[in-house]
T-cell receptor, first 109, second 122 residues
Framework: QSALTQPRSVSGSPGQSVTISCTGTSSDVGAYNSVSWYQQHAGRAPKFMIYDVSKRPSGVPDRFSGSKSGNTASLTISGLQAEDEADYYC?????????FGTGTKVTVL | QVQLQESGPGLVKPSETLSLTCAVSGDSISSSNWWSWVRQPPGEGLEWIGETYHSGTSNYNASLKSRVTISVDKSKNQFSLRLTSVTAADTAVYFCARTHCDSTSCFYIDYWGQGTLITVSS
């Protein structure tokens, strides 16, 4: 099972929106509505941000939203803030196993 | 509040076996959730290692399957990772985690341990 493909980096100014794509296959992202997203600040454990493609756990700001079309899932951060600067990883269930994305560094300019 | 805490040696010699334990608090190891291990080599991305259920059922990353065992200890409310024949490529931060599953939704990690760096070196 190959890692899901994410852009290496994206950037935006405070207040802008950025979107991170996560491309898999018909065996993972395309097969299940079980895509989750994680935020990881340097030296820290990942933080759970989105589950079931577009659901937000309690405590996650509504600036974070998720979607999926075919084999590609996306995470959008609206109203970018300085504290959003971090690495972001998608993850998909793939039938008895899980596959993570390659990771995207979000830079707030 | 669910908390997970990894423990184990920070240094393992090549060809030896890496053993880690994850102590769980705030949830029962016998709940409906699965218990997972994820690793992250220095400067690289996350890699799913595998998961186990309290029944003894386990699922593993195909690339590691021949070397990995994940098991639960119900008496101590903890679970463990065992990785044999390690090489320098197994040097990574190892995270234990809870994979959520209930009647409404499954298949996502909702709680993570802080992670522990394991270095493979002689």
């Amino acid at each position: 099972q190959s890692a899901l493909t994410q852009p290496r980096s994206v950037s935006g100014s405070p207040g802008q929106s950025v979107t991170i794509s996560c491309t898999g296959t018909s065996s993972d992202v395309g097969a299940y509505n079980s895509v989750s997203w994680y935020q990881q600040h340097a030296g820290r454990a990942p933080k759970f941000m989105i589950y079931d493609v577009s659901k937000r756990p309690s405590g996650v700001p509504d600036r974070f939203s998720g979607s999926k079309s075919g084999n590609t899932a996306s995470l959008t951060i609206s109203g970018l803030q300085a504290e959003d600067e971090a690495d972001y990883y998608c993850c998909s269930y793939a039938g008895g196993l899980y596959v993570f994305g390659t990771g995207t560094k979000v830079t707030v300019l | 509040q669910v908390q997970l805490q990894e423990s184990g040696p920070g240094l393992v010699k090549p060809s030896e076996t890496l053993s880690l334990t994850c102590a769980v608090s705030g949830d029962s190891i016998s709940s409906s959730n699965w218990w997972s291990w994820v690793r992250q080599p220095p400067g690289e991305g996350l890699e799913w290692i595998g998961e186990t259920y309290h029944s003894g059922t386990s699922n593993y990353n195909a690339s590691l399957k021949s070397r990995v065992t994940i098991s639960v200890d119900k008496s101590k409310n903890q679970f463990s990772l065992r990785l044999t024949s390690v090489t320098a490529a197994d040097t990574a931060v190892y995270f234990c985690a809870r994979t959520h599953c209930d009647s409404t939704s499954c298949f996502y990690i909702d709680y993570w341990g802080q992670g522990t760096l394991i270095t493979v070196s002689s």
